[in-house]
């Protein structure tokens, strides 16, 4: 295994870890937005949703197991990713001790230049967002009630401050997919004439796909559409 | 036209530097940037000041010594030209310009705004390089390349080794030098029998002095060869082909072939 750990201490295989990590985020917060469009279909649907998260997978495996092998992916993808983007980092402020009197940007774009903040939002958020809908700890004043989702979003988005730093989060999500969703195949080295022109165009719509859908939550209930 | 300049000063490495104000009258718009540099020299020694020193040799773009950061661009506001290519008639009548050496801790200050590139030298070392027999020349056509292949090598092969694509990336990355320095071998036939040898000994070097690539594409922006970062993305495959695969690299066909699809694409 010792191939492995070279290959992770390498600044070009972190970086492969982190755009395979990056798309196993992706294609989970992809699937966590498509579930949540339920909240459209009414408390029963978002409801019954959240309850087969639970069941999904049997009778073939216990009840809840898939629910937390997925749950352990997504926490040791998280932390590849955050160590990964950490490390890298660190390597390239060192590899320029001394900063430029002045500085263009030519083609670095808003996106490229703000993945690490962005990141770190993103992460703050992850964490405030798990402590409100999923364990139900009182972060703000909504009412939470265990196992009716649909009322603890819709209590919550009531509040205007939760909204707000909720559409704040997936507009840097949005960014970060911007960028993320392009590089990661540069990183990949999956580069090749026909295709290439297809790597921005999949970048640009699955992040505004994924940041429209969300942001029209907290929107629709603070509008009153979804009370 | 007249211009002020803004100049890095510094005696030498590892003392301090500071920017200092300079006056350029009388600079004809035809003059080159280095022309124009030479012009205040002079007028400097007249003075018995000590003139800016910058490193420079051709001239035409081709040798890769005259780098600095212009208004805070590698080689100035002009894509695809070195500094010495650029025109003071891309700059108007009373600008500021700020003239800066290079920054990277690679890349260490020697006077003003030379700096030692010396560190690019290690990458090609490392494996920059094909190994084959002395004797007799081979005869040339032994080996036929499809013209995209060639092509592609020369695209490679344009790099002048400036440092341009260092000095611009936000990290301090020298991947766009030492992926055009990979491919212009590794995309020929000459250059199979070490190509993945060679793409994980050049990346260690690399990596032992130089940032990591978050692909801004800075650098493609302001290498006066306008080399593609399609090149990074060809030393980020053919480096992961070599540690998934081993030594067996080598014996098996790389996952995507480029070349062969450029091959069919032209005919
Ligand atoms: C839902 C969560 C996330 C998703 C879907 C995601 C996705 C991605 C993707 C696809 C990339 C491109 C990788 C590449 O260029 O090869 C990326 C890069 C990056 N991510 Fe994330 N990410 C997420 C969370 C985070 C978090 C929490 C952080 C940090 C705290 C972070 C920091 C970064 C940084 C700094 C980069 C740029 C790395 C580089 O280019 O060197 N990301 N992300
Ligand atoms: S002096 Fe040779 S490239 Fe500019």
Request: proline share 5%; net charge neutral; charged share 15%.
């Amino acid at each position: 295994m010792s191939w492995l750990t070279n290959f992770y201490r390498s600044a070009v295989g972190k970086k492969a870890v982190m755009a395979v990590t990056g798309v196993f985020l992706f294609g989970w917060i992809f699937a966590h937005m498509v579930g949540n469009l339920k909240l459209y279909l009414g408390a029963e649907h978002l409801n019954e949703y959240a309850k087969w998260l639970r069941v999904m997978g049997s009778p073939a495996m216990p009840n809840s197991s898939l629910l937390w092998l997925a749950r352990a992916a997504l926490v040791v993808a998280t932390w590849l990713h955050v160590q990964a983007a950490t490390q890298l980092t660190l390597m390239n402020r060192a590899a320029r001790p001394i900063a430029y009197g002045e500085r263009e940007y030519p083609a670095a774009t808003y996106a490229a230049r703000t993945m690490r903040w962005g990141g770190v939002i993103i992460i703050l958020f992850v964490i405030y967002h798990l402590l409100h809908l999923t364990l139900g700890v009182h972060v703000n004043p909504a009412p939470f009630i265990e196992g009716d989702p649909y009322h603890n979003v819709v209590a919550g988005f009531q509040i205007w401050w939760v909204s707000a730093f909720y559409i704040i989060a997936n507009l840097a999500l949005g960014l970060h997919l911007y960028h993320g969703l392009w590089s990661m195949f540069q990183s990949l080295g999956l580069n090749t004439p026909k295709f290439n022109a297809w790597r921005r165009n999949f970048a640009t719509a699955f992040a505004a796909i994924i940041t429209a859908a969300n942001i029209s939550f907290p929107l629709a209930v603070m509008l009153g559409f979804v009370r | 036209m007249n211009l002020t300049l803004h100049v890095w000063r510094q005696k030498a490495r590892n003392t301090t530097g500071q920017f200092v104000t300079y006056k350029a009258t009388d600079v004809s718009p035809d003059a080159s940037f280095l022309e124009m540099l030479d012009v205040v020299n002079e007028t400097l020694i007249e003075k018995g000041e000590e003139p800016i020193l910058f490193e420079h040799d051709c001239r035409e773009g081709i040798c890769g010594s005259c780098g600095m950061m212009i208004n805070g661009v590698a080689h100035g506001p002009i894509g695809g030209t070195a500094t010495c290519q650029l025109h003071m008639r891309h700059f108007k009548d009373g600008d500021n310009i700020r003239i800066e050496p290079w920054r990277a801790r690679a890349f260490p200050v020697i006077k003003d705004l030379v700096v030692d590139r010396g560190s690019l030298d290690r990458i090609i070392q490392a494996g920059g390089y094909i190994s084959v027999n002395t004797g007799n020349a081979p005869e040339a056509n032994m080996i036929l390349v499809p013209k995209a292949v060639q092509e592609l090598s020369m695209d490679a092969a344009a790099c002048i080794q400036c440092g341009a694509c260092v000095a611009q990336c936000p990290n301090g990355a020298a991947q766009l030098f030492t992926s055009a320095k990979v491919a212009h071998l590794g995309v020929l036939p000459q250059g199979q029998p070490e190509r993945y040898e060679r793409v994980v000994k050049m990346v260690e070097v690399m990596e032992e002095m130089f940032g990591s690539c978050t692909n801004y594409g800075e650098c493609e922006a302001v290498c006066p060869k306008e080399i593609s970062i399609d090149f990074i993305a060809r030393m980020n495959r053919d480096y992961l082909v070599a540690q998934f695969r081993g030594p067996r690299s080598t014996i098996l066909p790389p996952l995507f072939n480029t070349e062969e699809e450029l091959v069919t694409n032209e005919t």
